[in-house]
């Protein structure tokens, strides 16, 4: 009879439990271990992996829109630098207080209020397809009030953008009237995604309870409903304020250079605040699924 080496079989048996350990770290329907605990029980969050998959991202996005990367990050620099604009000399805050005090605001409010009783009287006047003698004497009447508060409102317009080229563009008058209306649009943004998300959770509500899904799927759906109500409403008011934002910077009579400075200053500015904005309400909402999901595993 043949005898086996002893050394031989310890080889086999070696070479055997090496590939049944590469096997199963192949294998992708082994079980994996549990979740590693902290000392209250706590499940530890590995966000490595996230984190690296986020900056790898943001990498190759800004290696490939280099002018939005770059647009944002000037936004970034300018809401740090400029501030609230420069301060008014005293020279300066004398000559646009006696500009200012030049504007006659009662005959713009009186002749506002005789267009107003003008432009009743035409409408009681009129018929639906026709127009009598009355009416024409109304018209002609309410035509001459509008003519009237038209050259007033014109004329306030020139000598305040009179008293704003005193003051400049990047002055803090300049730089207040431009986060005023930031602000403004801002804000109109928010109060349409609440009001949005309000109607859209009572319809998704009656929705989920006529198909009977579960709350954790009406939640979900919720979540990315009131992110992108919160997208639409806060981009849509930021492209309407850049839109408005020229006649802003107009009216202070810069040179075109100023203007195109100011301008593209004010528009990343902007830009960067909403994106930042966007960005931290992703990054909240994906953060806490992240350990819902986490506790849900380790449970």
Not at 203 to 215: H, L
């Amino acid at each position: 009879s043949k005898h086996t080496d002893p050394a031989k079989g310890i080889v086999r048996n070696q070479g055997k439990a090496q590939r049944n350990t590469t096997d199963k770290m192949n294998n992708p329907y082994e079980q994996q271990p549990p979740p590693r605990q902290g000392q209250h029980g706590q499940v530890a969050l590995d966000t490595s992996n996230v984190t690296t998959l986020i900056v790898a991202g943001a990498k190759s996005f800004a290696k490939k829109h280099k002018v939005i990367t770059g647009s944002y990050l000037f936004g970034l620099l300018i809401l740090l630098i400029v501030g609230s604009g420069t301060k008014l000399t005293l020279e300066q805050q004398r000559q646009y207080n006696h500009i200012m005090s030049t504007i006659d605001v009662n005959a713009e409010y009186d002749a506002s209020t005789r267009y107003g009783h003008a432009l009743q009287a035409y409408k009681a006047s009129k018929g639906w397809f026709t127009c009598d003698s009355l009416c024409q004497r109304n018209k002609e009447r309410m035509e001459r009030a509008q003519y009237d508060l038209d050259q007033l409102r014109a004329e306030g317009y020139n000598r305040m953008s009179d008293a704003k080229a005193v003051a400049g563009i990047f002055s803090e008058v300049g730089v207040g009237e431009v986060k005023d209306s930031f602000w403004e649009y801002f804000h109109a943004g928010k109060r349409f995604a609440k009001r949005q998300s309000m109607w859209d959770a009572m319809f998704m509500g009656m929705r989920s309870m006529s198909r009977d899904e579960s709350m954790v799927e009406y939640m979900l759906k919720m979540l990315i409903q009131v992110l992108i109500n919160f997208s639409l409403g806060l981009i849509m008011c930021l492209f309407i304020f850049i839109f408005g934002l020229w006649s802003i910077v107009r009216s202070y009579q810069p040179n075109p250079l100023t203007a195109v400075a100011f301008f593209l200053s004010a528009a990343c500015a902007a830009f960067a605040f909403v994106s930042t904005y966007l960005f931290l309400i992703y990054g909240a909402a994906a953060g806490g699924l992240y350990g819902a999901a986490k506790i849900i595993q380790a449970n």
